[in-house]
Nanobody, 125 residues
Framework: QVRLVESGGGLVQAGGSLRLNCAAS????????MGWFRQAPGKEREFVAA????????YYADSVKGRFTISRVNAKNTVYLRMNSLKPEDTAVYYC??????????????????WGQGTQVTVSS
């Protein structure tokens, strides 16, 4: 059983930056692809970014491409989401998720077996 704990969310002004962290425990972190998803009030959960288990492949939603960067440090069992140039429409609860041996096609939430509890990101205008 993999446990995921997100941190790093908060309130930031438009144009600002945040770095989200997701710490994993209970599994072999290096065998899991990791994804970030978000859910705004009244909206469905949507894909944000993902990184393959080996770290060689990354994927981004068009809405965040060029502003967000996903990375991982396997020695720390942690995946990061660096968010720059934040916009009010980035406001949401951000979740990290894990998929065993994931390499490609990591944009669908149903592919992920493990989820964190989420961290709130609020971007003020």
């Amino acid at each position: 059983q993999v446990r995921l704990v997100e941190s790093g969310g908060g309130l930031v002004q438009a144009g600002g930056s945040l770095r989200l962290n997701c710490a994993a425990s209970g599994g072999t972190f290096s065998t899991y692809a990791m994804g970030w998803f978000r859910q705004a009030p009244g909206k469905e959960r949507e894909f944000v970014a993902a990184i393959s288990y080996g770290g060689g492949n990354t994927y981004y939603a068009d809405s965040v491409k060029g502003r967000f960067t996903i990375s991982r440090v396997n020695a720390k069992n942690t995946v990061y989401l660096r968010m720059n140039s934040l916009k009010p429409e980035d406001t949401a609860v951000y979740y990290c998720a894990a998929k065993l041996w994931g390499v490609m096609a990591l944009i669908n939430s149903y592919e992920y077996a493990y989820w964190g509890q989420g961290t709130q990101v609020t971007v003020s205008s």
